[in-house]
């Protein structure tokens, strides 16, 4: 946590750094804890805390268990959805709200706690991205998520997420000041996602060729009653559905899918190698099909998540439309962003 340090410019209590007025970042020592809520206590004889925790597993936390006894209200959260430091904009939505009412109840002075377990920063770096931006505090989604990134050393990162997940992260925080829309967040809209094409292939082994898998990740439109997200859609590991391209061959690769998306999809393509067997990772990115206008959700190069040395990009999806399906174009950076849109 004292990746916040730069943020700060009051004296807060020993290992909490000051995030905004009553919202701070909490160390887990476990054996310093006792003297941390002293303090706490101390600084705010008349508040009362919630604390929310970003955590991998579905059990109880250890943070939950230290603080519940100080009656500190603890709410855990995942640290990654499908693999990408993000939660669902349900959750988002629920994290933000919970966060404004319980600093806004009138006539009371609570203090927010925000804590992260081993390999959780990213995600919380994102959703204080959000609370800051949520209650206006500051403004810019891209500057607002860079001042919090800035914080952690870049090799850090890397260990944290192989793939820089701030592409889809901004996406996310630029869905924050729609929530003056009716209903926000708006209802999940179901649509179909139908290929994925690829222009200007990565260089792997020395040449520019791949054999692409895709992998599409999110909740099934077919099972309502379910908010759980599984995979939807994964190219079969055959020589008949993974072929390798050559750019030599100057054809763009058209991967199909077809498949139904509802709310927060994850998609994600990897080089097969010629085993068959082992994968390389190529790019990923995360949206939510509400989100999506006309049809066509149109990306450039800086709006995918890829290694974060990665110097291009290499992709290009198909924005074929028939009635409700998807089309999302992916351009690489050499090319018209509009190419192919619709």
Not at 9 to 20: F, T
Not at 188 to 214: K, W
Not at 260 to 265: C, E, L, N, R, Y
Not at 321 to 335: L, M
């Amino acid at each position: 946590m004292a990746l916040f340090r730069r943020l700060f410019y009051k004296n807060p209590p020993d290992r909490l750094m000051e995030i905004s007025e009553r919202v701070y970042g909490l160390d887990n020592y476990k054996k310093y804890m006792d003297g941390i809520v002293a303090q706490l206590q101390d600084h705010f004889p008349d508040a009362s805390f919630m604390v929310f925790n970003f955590r991998e597993g579905e059990g109880r936390s250890q943070i939950y268990d230290i603080l519940s006894k100080y009656d500190m209200t603890v709410m855990d959260y995942p640290r990654l959805y499908e693999g990408c430091p993000l939660l669902p904009l349900e959750m988002i939505h629920h994290f933000l709200r919970s966060s404004e009412t319980w600093l806004s109840l009138e006539g009371q002075q609570n203090v927010l706690l925000m804590h992260c377990e081993r390999g959780g920063w990213p995600v919380l770096a994102f959703m204080l991205a959000g609370l800051l931006l949520y209650r206006k505090q500051y403004t810019g989604e891209q500057k607002t998520l860079e001042m919090v990134y800035k914080q952690a050393p870049k090799e850090l990162l890397h260990l944290m997420s192989p793939l820089n997940p701030q592409p889809s992260q901004l996406r996310y925080l630029q869905y924050i000041p729609r929530r003056n829309l009716d209903s926000w967040p708006p209802a999940d809209t179901s649509l179909a996602l139908d290929s994925l094409i690829l222009r200007g292939l990565p260089i792997i082994n020395g040449e520019r060729s791949c054999r692409p898998v895709v992998r599409v990740y999110g909740h099934d439109p077919s099972t309502a009653a379910s908010r759980s997200s599984k995979v939807l859609f994964s190219t079969p590991k055959t020589k008949k559905h993974v072929r390798h391209y050559k750019q030599a061959e100057r054809t763009p690769v058209k991967v199909d899918i077809f498949c139904g998306v509802q709310g927060d999809v994850v998609l994600e393509c990897v080089h097969l190698d010629e085993d068959m067997v082992r994968e390389e990772m190529m790019f990923r990115l995360t949206f939510n099909t509400s989100f999506v206008r006309s049809n066509v959700l149109l990306l450039s190069q800086e709006d995918i998540d890829i290694l974060w040395d990665a110097k291009e990009t290499v992709l290009f999806l198909d924005p074929d439309i028939v009635g409700s399906t998807i089309g999302i174009a992916v351009a690489s950076g050499d090319e018209d962003e509009t190419e192919g849109g619709v």
